[in-house]
């Protein structure tokens, strides 16, 4: 059996939930995983990564690629005085 390594990048996302870490794979959908801890999450993040490709592998199915694109926007908001917020909610 011919066996061959892909190396491949995927974005992971890493956000606080009650108990611990919740993480997941964008590209990867259904991918994702918990932790105690952020480096426990990216740690069962590449497992649960590398099952999931290796299944899509053995399906001969195609491994997507992570072709999002990222960025963070910054946005200043002027806080409205009461009576602004009390006409605006009028409105509403």
């Avoid at 740690?43 to 053995?58: C, D, G």
């Avoid at 001969?60 to 409205?80: G, L, M, Y």
Wanted: aromatic share 10%; charged share 25%.
């Amino acid at each position: 059996m011919f066996t061959y390594m892909i190396n491949q990048t995927f974005r992971i996302i890493i956000e606080p939930d009650s108990e611990g870490f919740h993480g997941y794979v964008p590209a990867l959908r259904g991918c994702h995983t918990w932790g105690k801890t952020i480096s426990e999450t990216k740690k069962h993040l590449r497992e649960a990564m590398e099952v999931y490709i290796e299944s899509l592998l053995i399906n001969n199915q195609v491994v997507p690629t992570d072709e999002s694109f990222e960025s963070f926007e910054t946005i200043h908001v002027k806080k409205p005085s009461r009576t602004t917020a009390s006409r605006t909610r009028q409105y509403a």
